[in-house]
């Protein structure tokens, strides 16, 4: 029997995040919505509708400002700007819905462990377990001087320091609290049992923590963990952490490639390759026809901002782009950064070559994503082989317009997966976490890191 898909929808609170420039065109829902609560409250429900496992809100904390030396182009296109914190929303869209799961990026860099598992665990009790975490580290220059960050740390450093935080995070939510520990013992007056409550007395290179946490162990105790470094320090991370990790691969080849080596690092790091969910950012353009499809695709193009895209690029490399000549092939420009991502685009396209403005133009319309455009039929066929063919479990899917998109897709493309027997009908289970892995697994693996990082209490009982 073929294996089910995954489908998680991917946006952030702000205007469409990934498609600079379509807040002009005439049905851009995201422009006004994204400060709205009912507008969260109705993609849930859609998405809901549609079976998707969950919701998967992107964030940052600081501007784009490295192309042409200003965050003034990534200001005047809405390059994820404003953009507001998603974790306040969740409970809401949660009460207004059943099943669907909710995801969020939250900064290892910002905010102190302690907070963060207190956060988590609120979320995971209102929305009775339906919560995930897409664990970053973030990079930001004027984020970094906002939030009072004065240390610089390298790319690798910042994963060190992510692992200590995930340390205190697991020894608060897994080890701190007994599970019988509230006994609510109307005879005796007590409510919570003193002695099953324990501090974890962290002492590390970066975190002191005592303990112990503020929350009772919640529905899934631990979040659903995601992450998205590609980097060799990222999939070490990765490997080591997550259980659902949102990948980009330009075509199904790459994307196989990084699957195995991800599979590979799993196993490396002690754990089942089964205890990880690997989902493949797609954009989808659907209609009845595939004459319509491409109409669609090509109006997005006429309202796309490329220079909104140079300014996101030029933040993610570090790298500003406005220096060099737009007509110039990319492949004479000596930087790592842009090379990189000048490979990703040959892949997807070998005979061309490549200039800034064609990037720029190409980036500006779902980013990287690679692009399924056509009908429903023509799209799940290739989201079929997509998943046989490189081992993915399943979609962050990334509309060019929204909500349009994610609509087009709930009601061309999910119908059509349904009948083949490759989308769920109805929900079996209740925690996000046993969306993807299945009834009756509630909590982390018994082969996760968490279990192998005791507080003082346990390892000494």
Not at 78 to 84: A, C, D, E, H
Not at 122 to 146: E, F, K, Q
Not at 228 to 247: D, M, N, P, V, Y
Not at 421 to 441: I, N, P, S, W
Request: proline letters at 6%; one cysteine or more.
């Amino acid at each position: 029997m073929a294996a089910s898909i995954h489908l998680n929808g991917f946006t952030q609170c702000c205007v469409n995040h990934h498609s600079e420039g379509q807040w002009k065109h005439p049905q851009d829902g995201s422009a006004r919505g994204y400060r709205d609560i009912a507008y969260w409250v109705d993609l849930a429900r859609l998405l809901e509708r549609g079976c998707f496992d969950a919701l998967f809100l992107a964030d940052v904390h600081g501007t784009y400002s490295v192309y042409k030396g200003s965050r003034e182009t990534a200001v005047r296109h809405g390059v994820q700007f404003p953009s507001n914190d998603p974790s306040v929303i969740i409970p809401a869209m949660a009460y207004a819905t059943r099943h669907l799961g909710f995801a969020c990026t939250y900064s290892t860099t910002y905010y102190p462990p302690y907070h963060t598992a207190k956060l988590f665990s609120t979320l995971d009790h209102l929305t009775n377990g339906r919560v995930g975490w897409n664990i970053v580290t973030s990079y930001l220059a004027d984020a970094n001087a906002n939030l009072g960050v004065t240390e610089e740390l390298g790319h690798d450093e910042r994963y060190d320091r992510a692992d200590e935080y995930m340390e205190v995070c697991y020894k608060l939510w897994e080890h701190s609290w007994e599970e019988d520990a509230l006994v609510r013992d109307v005879a005796r007056d007590v409510f919570i049992e003193p002695s099953r409550v324990h501090q974890i007395d962290h002492v590390g290179r970066w975190f002191k923590v005592p303990g112990p946490h503020m929350c009772e162990p919640s529905p899934q105790r631990t979040p659903i963990l995601f992450q998205a470094g590609q980097s060799g320090r990222g999939t070490a991370f990765a490997a080591k952490h997550a259980e659902a990790i949102f990948c980009v691969y330009p075509h199904r080849e790459a994307c196989r490639r990084g699957v195995d080596k991800l599979r590979s690092a799993i196993v490396a790091a002690g754990r089942a390759p089964v205890h990880l969910k690997i989902c493949q950012g797609i954009t989808v353009v659907v209609a009845p026809t595939r004459e319509e499809a491409e109409l669609k695709l090509a109006t997005h193009r006429r309202y796309a901002s490329p220079e909104g895209s140079l300014a996101l690029f030029s933040g993610w490399a570090g790298v500003d782009v406005s220096t060099l000549s737009p007509d110039q092939p990319l492949d004479q420009v000596e930087s790592n950064a842009i090379q990189g991502v000048l490979g990703f685009f040959r892949d997807i396209d070998p005979n061309r070559r490549w200039t800034l403005r064609e990037m720029g133009a190409a980036m500006a319309v779902g980013s990287i994503m690679p692009k399924l455009v056509g009908t429903p039929q023509e799209v799940c066929d290739e989201l079929e082989r997509w998943v046989d063919e490189t081992g993915i479990d399943g979609f962050n899917l990334v509309p060019i317009l929204q909500p349009d998109g994610f609509r087009d897709f709930v009601e061309m493309v999910v119908p059509e997966l349904q009948r083949r027997g490759r989308l769920r009908t109805a929900y079996d289970g209740e925690t996000l976490r046993e969306h993807y892995f299945g009834r009756g697994q509630r909590r982390l693996a018994h082969d996760h890191i968490a279990h192998r990082t005791l507080p003082p209490w346990k390892t000494s009982s």
